[in-house]
Every structure is written in C-alpha cells, then in structure tokens.
T-cell receptor, first 115, second 112 residues
Framework: GAVVSQHPSRVICKSGTSVKIECRSL??????MFWYRQFPKKSLMLMAT?????????EQGVEKDKFLINHASLTLSTLTVTSAHPEDSSFYIC???????????FGSGTRLTVV | GEDVEQSLFLSVREGDSSVINCTYT??????LYWYKQEPGAGLQLLTY?????DMKQDQRLTVLLNKKDKHLSLRIADTQTGDSAIYFC????????????FGTGTRLLVSP
C-alpha cells in the first residue's frame, strides 16, 4: 500500500530558530500533500495544501510567512517553521493521496518542541 | 462550514463490541473515513465508505452510514486491548475528496 514517510519524528529547537519537516511519498507520486497540526488531545487542524510546482494554499488563520511550504517534486513536500516560538510546539502531520479516492495516507508525524 | 462531531470517550471490556459514532454537516461529502491514532503516532486509515453506500464490512469493522441523518458509525467486533486508541472520523470537503475535515476524536479504552 501507499507509504508516506515523515522526518524527523521528534525535534527540539531553541526559540527563534527555524525547523524543517519533510514529507515523502515513497511508492507513489503526489501532486498534492496536506499539512495538519494537532494540539494535545485535540483533533487535526488542516494548515495548508501543498501543490507541486506552485504555491501552497493556506487555511484561514495560518500565517504563510511563518509556515513555509515547498513542494519541489512529486514525492517531497517540506514544512519550515520559521522563527519558532514555544506556542508553535505541536504535533505536525502530513498526508498525501494516490488519487484513487481510497483515503489519504498519513506520515507518522513530527513532535516539535520549542524551548 | 464543515463540522464533524464525536463523543470524546468510550470504554469497553475485551471481547465486547465497540460502537463509535460521528455526525457531520456537509451533505455533499464524497467519502467518509475512519482513522486510528495510537499515542505519539500518525494516523492509520482503517476503512472508508463512499457516500452512496449504507454499509461496509471489513473483517471486524463495520461502517454504517445514515446519509439522511448525517450519521456515521464504526463498529468493532470482538474488541481487543490493542484496539485502544483514538478514533477519528473524517469527511472529504466539498472542494475535493483529498481534503479532509476531521472529527474531534473518540478515545477508546479496552479493559481486560
């Protein structure tokens, strides 16, 4: 089945630094990937839709200059949290769909802690 | 906008059946999904149902869809301790089946 690999699984960074999270589709091409954020004991909130070769589409209330998304190839999307602050600490999850309507495949998530 | 609701918590004994319920508001959803999340992990797709179906069964899992009432349920037969996790229902958004709106999640606790 479809596999989505997300790295790193866990990262701790200092306040003010930037962190890059990678999302790769391993055995299929994904023109569209999605980035979600999950707060503790809460549901997933869609942050943005990553489109290969074009700009990402951000959901309302998500700062595009803070959460930079790059989808340079059909198998890789990256999310960079710029100038991270403690309130950016969260669980970030990406997903991709093969395009068959059978459900999105999710990465294993990245736990970001900003200290 | 879209809104997907679930009960927060369900506790069952091993061997019993579990039924997790979900209500949604977007009647134009194409697909409805059930995902499982274990602590600190990503989401695992369990099953999904197309909106023109009423029921789908896959081994221990049975999905029922009442489109009139916008109600979706997941029944897990012979629940095991390994089924303890958070279960999310999700609906595809009007703009495309890949874009999902997730429910609030139901924490299932299975006791021996």
């Amino acid at each position: 089945g479809a596999v989505v690999s997300q790295h790193p699984s866990r990262v701790i960074c200092k306040s003010g630094t930037s962190v890059k999270i990678e999302c790769r589709s391993l055995d299929f091409q994904a023109t569209t990937m999605f980035w979600y954020r999950q707060f503790p004991k809460k549901s997933l909130m869609l942050m943005a839709t990553s489109n290969e070769g074009s700009k990402a589409t951000y959901e309302q209330g998500v700062e595009k200059d803070k959460f930079l998304i790059n989808h340079a190839s059909l198998t890789l999307s990256t999310l960079t949290v710029t100038s991270a602050h403690p309130e950016d600490s969260s669980f970030y999850i990406c997903s991709a769909n093969e395009g068959t309507g059978g459900g999105n495949t999710f990465g294993s998530g990245t736990r970001l802690t900003v200290v | 906008g879209e809104d997907v609701e679930q009960s927060l918590f369900l506790s069952v004994r091993e061997g019993d059946s579990s039924v997790i319920n979900c209500t949604y508001t977007d009647s134009s959803s194409t697909y409805l999904y059930w995902y499982k999340q274990e602590p600190g992990a990503g989401l695992q797709l369990l099953t999904y149902i197309f909106s023109n179906m009423d029921m789908k069964q896959d081994q221990r899992l049975t999905v029922l869809l009442n489109k009139k009432d916008k109600h979706l349920s997941l029944r897990i037969a012979d629940t095991q301790t390994g089924d303890s996790a958070i279960y999310f229902c999700a609906e595809s958004m009007r703009t495309g089946f890949q874009k999902l709106v997730f429910g609030t999640g139901t924490r299932l606790l299975v006791s021996p």
